[in-house]
Each structure stands twice: as structure tokens, then as C-alpha cells.
């Protein structure tokens, strides 16, 4: 059995060892370096760009601008209004208004300051609370909505008249810095046909693909997109990869020679798509026993100057807004709206974090109304199954939600715990906090169109077995986990599979490697192209036998006579059969992710095809003194369906909990009123450390969803998700003190403390 | 200008320019890529390397400073007993993710394994404590770190 097992990753020791190739490391003779020259204005009206004492310099080969674009001068991500380089107007800090190809970094670098630039500033809209004001710039569309995602369901205005208890909250998120360790990077390089192969750090390679033949006016057929080793992306190279590729290859193709692009970290922070900020106002509503009757949530985010990813990231925001709460009237309003600062796009659980850290929070709140313990609260509330979510989801098999909870009560002993942490005179006080939560798997009804995978299997001579897909590796183990799912697929040994890199040319698109799919879904695509192998190989062994191949049986590495047991094939036997008759012995498929629905107006259906569930209970220490909250435990139990790498599944919930952690605590990037970046540096951004990772417990709970290969769901980004709200309401036990803005800050829980509830 | 230094154990002159780091000459001119830059500023340590058998950021030091110096980068620790025992360990350990800080890691682990053989949790985390790690969350970085001690006392 190779499913289930804790299989060394492939990958590891080339990248302990040094050996594996980023696309930094990456070189071609006759490169260049590029390099971006970017706004330092907010918003203003491009004037003037003079390039010609840069064009002078030395070494310097090419200064591109927005009308240089060989093909269409647009990056299009779901929309198409942003443009590869700034033309008439810039929207924010950082915005690219020019390229440099150069012989060497000092040469492009004095370009940059060669280059002359005349924007005209014009006032910048930076609070996205007023996108709507009549002093307010039009940044997109007639209204500055990027999108607005609606849920209707029952009567709200009756359950409130009819509630016996009524809350109303306000709760904040800030902007989070994804800090992938290896910051953007692409190398274009003209091919002899006059196409361009790129080669980078990225997620998603056909949408790479897409832009690139976009922008340089090329045939999709002459582009060619490979995947490096990518150095961490956790949603932050699911856009943006296509705006450094298309910088690269415009390029490259106007210098017709490779050109490589690597951010340095402060231009990455500054210019890449972040975590939306939002503000989430909930009002909810229960009967005189505490039962949830009603909820009304508005929801706003802040999409920064173009809408990239908003309008999807908003509605999965929106699809979690209500938590998996049993609520039979509900009103959500969801807007991502335009400001003038950087883009927000993509970041590990996909604009839910901000919304399931007020529903989270506010069930607290309401259980504290009541008198009732947090736990016994939502015990009262979740849905059980067969029961409906907000959006009319029936929810079926696949269900570990409560089996994660008691896990994790009992793990953590929680009720003992909880309330004896605390003595009287200690200044530093603990708590414990919880939550539940859900997360839904693949693109969901937000994006169908994309949800297809495609596999390529090969059998080779001597018995080992290739295969390609077209999602990525970025460090969660895919790569690994898929040739597991592979091998038990035939019954071989692990080590006899191999995994073949991305490449456009070579793999079947397969949509984006977002939203925790590619276990689920390119392995569903492995198991139907193994399954077609397995069948040509039957027929292999039914002619050698003289008799049909339904009478043939292939599992555990070999072929089996149904009727005659004992007469069989072993798999070196049975591969050399199926080459020697010359059977198909490799095939690419494809796979279509089972269906859901959606009514866009009421926002009622089956969202995503099946959903993981997770429970975190948080001890926290508040200092008192200080404001310093620490996370001192954590135990975090999810339902993955099942866990083909137990080991890689940990992995997860460790590395997706600690950002969580530094989401919840400390992690702030900050953009001031004026539209102008203060902290895009490791040294004033702060992400955790070994000293910030507390004592964790991962527990893996295994409820088999039927359509998942093996029974696997993906769930990785869920382990961020919920640690912001366990955090806050474990702060809550242990000071009797509520935060609503994240992060945690010592400056906010000091505010807290002495009772000044405005910053808090 | 050029600097002569025992690099990786062997006796290395190169030329460089006023503006450049240890880690672009590493990086640039002598082809060692497992040395990473994460920051480029001091706070990651993607870039560690052994600097006179002292740990330090190679993105700090300036490359003129290098002139007399013993340097060893991954390339040279991953193969050293000791260096393979910290890889073995972290393969084991599931303590590689997307891999752009292992090989700082495995510096930083060899630098205090070195000179502690058996170190204790604290000593570990605080020896590790100038690394980022974004993926792992460090708890099997420590198991990993924690195993080869095991492994060699």
C-alpha cells in the first residue's frame, strides 16, 4: 500500500542539498537582466516618460513602455482592465511604468535613474469605505465595484422582528503579505521560430500561457510556459506570475535575447497582490434558547487599484460568510470595491479568513449573551447531517466536522483546561479559545469553466511508469502525493513512478493549482488514465491466455486469471506482454470536477462539490503588562477525506496554522491615507519565527469522500483559516477583553485592556 | 578588484565589483545557486553560509571583505558527514517544503551541530532563530534538527 504512507518527497534532498533549480539560479547565454521601473505616485495622469539619456547608457539594450507592447496591453486575470505596463494613468504605489533590459543589474539600474518621468498626481481614493462618495475618483466601471456577491435566504427582517436576542458586531482584517521565501521571478526566452519559452516561479502555468501569447502577439501555439522549482506561492503566484512573465517576454522578444526578471523583496511587497483588508459588519438573531433564527452580514473588501482575483476571491468569502451554522434566514451583501493602492488577489483561503474571523467571533459573542460555554454553543448551532448551509447545500457524506470537534476537545482537554489556566495574581493571563470551520473544495461554482484536469501516464519498458500533470508543485508535496496515488493505483512500489515537470507544451491544461484541488482533482484525472492503462494491460494478458479480458483482473502489480487465481503475471511479466503485443501502453486523460450550482441572485446552491472541515482550540498567553499575546498550544483537527501522505498532511496544518498564527498576531502590511506603502521589508514586516511556533498538535481526521482519489479532499489552506478567531476568543477567556481588528498587536490588546475600544 | 579566499576548501581568486555581496560572487560568478536570497537584507538567512567557521548572512557581507577568508556554502556542508546526517534528517523529518530556506537551515543546523552535539529544544530554536521558514511551520525543521543530534552523540 502505498496510499496512507509517509513516503519520502521526492524533491527533498535536491532541495536540502542546494541542487534544485530555482528560476534565480537559472541562466542562458546572452541573458539580460530586467528590470521594472515603477510608480512612486498613488494615482496621477502620465504626462511625460523621456528615455532617451537611458537608451545612452551603456549596456542598457531596451527601455519598453506601455505603447511598445507587441500585442495587447493587458494582463487579464478574470477582467481585462489591468495593463502590462501603465499607459495613461498610474493607480497606485509600485505600478510598473517602463521595462529595462540590460547587460548587467548596475546598467539597469542606472537606466532607472535615467529614465525621465511627468505624472500629473491627482487626489487618490485610499479608504475604500467611501468608493462610493461623490468626491470619490472612478477607478472601475461606472462605480468602483468590482463585484458585489448577494445570499438570500428565508426571511431575515421576520427573524429579527420574532429573535428574542439581537448582536450586532463590527470586525477587521488588515493586508497579509503571502512572504513567499522566493520572491516573483520569470526568464523569457525567444525561440528560433520567434515565439518565447518561459520558465518561473508560478502556480498556474496556462494562465502564464494565456498572457504571454496575450501581450507579445503571439499564437498560443509558439508560447511554451515550464514551471521551475517554485519557492512557496500559498495564492500570491496565482496572478501576478502572469504579469512577470509578460514583462519578461515582451522583453525578450523586443531584445531577442532571454531575459530574466527576479523582485527584489521591497518591489515584490510593494507590487504584488496581497490579502484583501475588509470590514465585516454582522447583525444576528437568536430564539430564547440561543438558536441561531437570523443573520445579516455586510462585507467589504478592498481590491486595491484592479480587480485581479477580487470578484472569486469575494465569493468564496461570501459562501463562508455564515460559518457551518445551521441559519434558516439570511441576507449577506459581499462588495470588493477599487482603491488606489495595490491589488489584492489570492491568498490561502481565498477571502474566507476575513469573513469566518467575524462569524467566528460573533458566535462567541452571542454565546456570551446566553451564558452558554463557546463549545456547547456551536454544539447547539453547527449543522448536523442532512442539514442545509447558508446557501441551501444539503451536506451528505464526507462529513468529519464533529468528529474534529470532539478530537480536539478531548485532545486538548478543554473543559478541565480552560478555566483553570488562570491565577488572581499571575499578570499574565490564559486562555482558551475555539473554532469551527468549513472550507469548500476546488473552484466550486465560481469557476466552473476552469475546473478540468488532465494526466498523461506512461508506462515504459522496463516497467517504472511517467506521468505529467498540469497542476503544480510549490512546496505542499503534490508532486509526491500524486505518484503515490499512482503507484497504488497499479499496486507498485513507489519508486517505480516518476513525475515529469510542467510544461504547457507536454501537459493538458488543467486549470489552475488554487483552491486545494490538485490532490483531488489531478488525482482524480491519474486514477481514470491509470484505469485505461489498466485496461489495456487486461487485454494484454487475456491474449497471451487465449481468453477475454473481462475474465483478466490487474491490481496489486500484476494480472490475475479471475478463474484460475494462482495463474498470474507479475508486473515486469505483464508490462513486457503489453509492449511485446504492442498495446497502448500510454494515455492522457482528462477529468471533469462533479457538478454544483448557483443562482446568482438568491446566492443559493451547491457551491462547492464537497467541503473539509476543521476545529482549533488555542491557548493563549496575554501579558498584561506589556500587551503581548503569545500562542502558547494549539490543536488543530481536520477532516481530509484521507490523507495519502499523513506526514505531508501535517506538514499543512503546521505550516498553514503559523501563518495563521502571524495573521492573528503580528502580521501587518500597511498602506497609509496618503496611498503610500510603510512596511514592504522583511525588517518591518514581521512574519513568525521559530519562537512564535507553538507547542502543535495536528490531528488528522479521515471522513472519505467517494469522489476524491482514495477517498482524499483537499483542504490546505484551511488550516490558516480558522487560527484568527480561536486566537481572539481565547484572548477573550483569558481577559474578559474582545478584539475585533487583526492583528493582535501588543498595541491593540494594551488598548484593550485599558478600555479604549476605537483601536481595537 | 580581485579576493583571494579558501572556498569550499580550495583556493579560489575572483574578481569583483565595489557594489557586490558575498552572495553575488557565490551566486554570480562561481556558480554555487544553493545559497538563496531571500531578502537581501539580514533577516531571513536564506543566504547563510560558514564564514571562518562562523555562521553569518552572506547577503551582509560585502564581497572585499572575503579576501583571506574561509567560506563554505551548501554545496561543500551537504557533503561533509555531518552535513549528510542534517539532509538524511530532514528528508526523514518532513522538514522540506518548497525548499527556497532549506539549505540556510541545514547551514544553520551544521553550524550549531558543529560545536553542540546534543543540544537541547531551546538551544535548537535559538540556533535557527535567524532563519525564516514560510511553509513548515518549524516543527519538524526542530524534529529534524533534533534527529541528527541523535544520530551523532
Redesign the interface.
Known sequence: MEVGKNVIREDARSKATGKAIYVADMKMPGMLVGKVLRSKVPYGKIISIDIEEALKISGVHTVALGKDVPGRNICEIVFDDMPLIAEEYVQYVGEPIALIAAENEKAAWQAMQAIMVNIEPLEPLTDPELYSSKDAPLLYGDDNVYAHHKIRRGNVDEAFVNAAKIIERTYHTAYQEHAYLETQGMLAVPTPQGGVDVYGSMQCPFYVHGVVADVCGLAQSRVRVVQATTGGAFGGKEDVPSLVAGWASVLAMLSERPVKVILDREEDMMSMSKRHPSRTRIKLAADKQGKITGAEIDVLFDGGAYSTLSSIVLWRGTVHAAGIYRIPNAKVDARAVATNKVHCGAYRGFGSPQTLFAIESIMDEMAKEFGIDPVDYRKMNLIKKGEETVTGQTIGDSFGLWECLEKSLEQSDYYHEKDRLNSPENPVKRGMGISTIFYGVGLGSGGTKLARTGAYVSIQQDASVQFAVGTTEMGQGMRTVLGQIVAESFGIPYELVSCLPVDTSRVPDSGPTVASRATTMSGRALVSACGALKRSLAKAAAEKWGVKSKDINVADGRATLASEPNKWLNWDELVAEAHAQKKDVAVVMHDSSPPTSWEEESGQGDAYVVYAYATNIAQVAVDTRTGVVTLEKLWAAHDVGKAINPQLVEGQIEGGSLQGAGYALMEEYMIDNAGIPINPRFAFYHIPSVDDSPEMHPIIVESAYKDGPFGAKGFAEQPLMGIAPAVANAIYNATGKRLRTQPFTPERMRAALRGDNDVC | MFVEFELNGKNTRVEV?D?QRLLDIL?DKLN??????????G??G?CSVMMNDLLVNSCLVPAFQVDGAKIE???YI?KTPLGEII?DS???E?A????????GF?VSAYALLKVNANPTEQEI?TA??G????????????QAIRKASEKIS
Request: with cysteine.
Open positions: 565589483e557594489y551566486r554555487l545557486t544553493g545559497t538563496k536570497e531571500g531578502c537581501g537584507e533577516e531571513c536564506a556554502t551548501i554545496e551537504s539532509v530532514f528528508c526523514s518532513g522540506v517544503q518548497c525548499g527556497f530556506c532549506t539549505p541545514v530554536k535557527i532563530s532563519n525564516l521558514c514560510r511553509c513548515t511551520g518549524y516543527t519538524k525543521i526542530v
